[in-house]
C-alpha cells in the first residue's frame, strides 16, 4: 500500500463505501467511475480503499462482536 498521504474527497470516500456494500445506483456508479477513470492515481487509490474495506472486513470477523458493534460493522463492511 502506497505510504505516501493523499486527500480523498469525502464524496468519493462515501461511493467507495457504497460501492463495497454494492448500494450504489447507476448514476452514483457513474460518477465514482469518472472519478477513478480521471488518473492513475485515482485508479490507485480507489483500489487501495477496496483493499483496506476488505482488510478491515477480514480482520473483524475473527473476532467475536456485540451486537452494536455488530450493526456498525455491517453497516460498513457487509458479510
Not at 23 to 40: F, G, N, P, R, V
Request: hydrophobic residues 40%; contains cysteine.
Amino acid at each position: 500500500m502506497n505510504t505516501d498521504h493523499q486527500i480523498i474527497p469525502f464524496h468519493i470516500v462515501k461511493l467507495t463505501l457504497g460501492f463495497f456494500k454494492q448500494q450504489l445506483t447507476d448514476e452514483q456508479h457513474d460518477k465514482l467511475d469518472a472519478w477513478i477513470e480521471c488518473s492513475e492515481e485515482n485508479q490507485i487509490m480507489f483500489e487501495e480503499m477496496v483493499e483496506s474495506i476488505e482488510h478491515l472486513r477480514v480482520c473483524f470477523s475473527h473476532f467475536e462482536i456485540s451486537p452494536i458493534n455488530d450493526t456498525i460493522l455491517t453497516k460498513v463492511c457487509p458479510k
